[in-house]
């Protein structure tokens, strides 16, 4: 397998998080964001999402040499930042293998196993019993 980096136009890859899906497409370019046709920091209001989200690009210092394209489905607000972050990192590591070591010690390429738990019968929720009352 051969690296191309000099060659390559655009790399893809896919995050998820809990429900949440992201299609991530990294192109080089000016540091221009898109989350589903409007830019990051409109998507995202609050500021932790928008930090998450772009946080492998500024653990790499490499926020103004790509512009990122997602789409992203699914979950809420949190779930979608963290999937788009879990996929921008993987793309960042099809587009250049070396961006590995830091991506991984940031945590950004492990995927967080956590899931909604599964409703039991006789239970509200989960685990929320009924409510008991003595009289």
């Known amino acids: ?6 060659t390559q136009t655009m790399q893809r890859a896919l995050g998820r998080r809990k429900e949440a899906a992201a299609r991530v497409r990294l192109i080089p370019g ?3 964001i898109t989350v589903n046709n409007r830019d990051y920091s ?5 500021a932790i999402g928008r930090q998450t989200a772009v946080s492998p690009l500024t653990a790499l210092g490499k926020e103004k040499e790509y512009d ?15 999937a788009v972050r879990h996929g921008i ?4 590591v ?4 070396e961006f590995r070591a830091v ?5 950004f390429l492990t995927r967080d196993p956590r899931e909604k738990e599964r409703k039991k019968f006789g ?3 989960a685990r929320r019993g009924h409510q008991w009352r003595k009289r």
């Open 1 to 6: 397998m051969t690296n191309k980096t000099d």
């Open 42 to 46: 409109k998507y995202f209001p609050t």
């Open 94 to 97: 099809l587009w250049n293998p």
């Open 123 to 125: 239970k509200y929720k």
């Open 103 to 107: 991506l991984k010690a940031h945590g």
């Open 89 to 92: 990192a993987r793309a960042l």
């Open 30 to 32: 000016t540091g221009v």
């Open 68 to 82: 990122v394209s997602v789409r992203v489905v699914g979950g809420g607000m949190r779930g979608q930042a963290d």
